[in-house]
């Protein structure tokens, strides 16, 4: 995997990734930016958001649930002092369906963050991981 990250002015960078795609990153005014981006960190918790959502979903349909929606809310805390690392973050999966079990529904998530999701198991050498979920019956 490749990636490349370009200055671009004061704290404001353009990430571009090895399979093509751009995100522009730039920090509050406060710290030299003029926020025009999406904060490192954030895109951190993205990722990791992301990773598991991946996950989820895949494990999910290999099991025939029928998902209509996955969100996942992320809740993070870091240190106070440098380097200001995750050290707790909380994943709240709302996945919604027609009569999904809640059994899978678990399984998956656990499948997820205890042997699939590259980034949440490298993000939990530093931080507490938990997770949580809720299903939600989708409308006719």
């Known amino acids: 995997m490749k990636a490349r990250v370009k200055w671009i002015e004061d704290v404001c960078f353009m990430g571009e990734s090895g399979s093509g795609h751009a995100v522009v990153m ?3 005014p406060d710290a030299g930016g003029r926020n025009l981006g999406i904060r490192p960190m954030e895109m951190l918790l993205l990722g990791m958001g ?3 959502a991946f996950d989820v979903m895949l494990i999910l349909r290999r099991g025939r649930q029928k998902v209509t929606d996955c969100v996942v809310e992320l809740e993070a805390e870091r240190a106070e ?3 200001k690392v995750f050290t707790r973050i909380h994943a709240h999966f709302v996945v919604t369906g027609h009569a999904l079990s809640p059994e899978r529904v678990r399984r998956a998530v656990e499948l997820s963050a205890e042997k699939y999701c590259s980034a949440s198991i490298m993000l939990g050498k530093t931080a507490e991981i938990t997770h949580d979920f809720e299903i939600v019956e989708a409308a006719e």
């Open 26 to 28: 730039d920090g509050p």
């Open 50 to 52: 992301g990773c598991t």
């Open 81 to 83: 002092s440098d380097p």
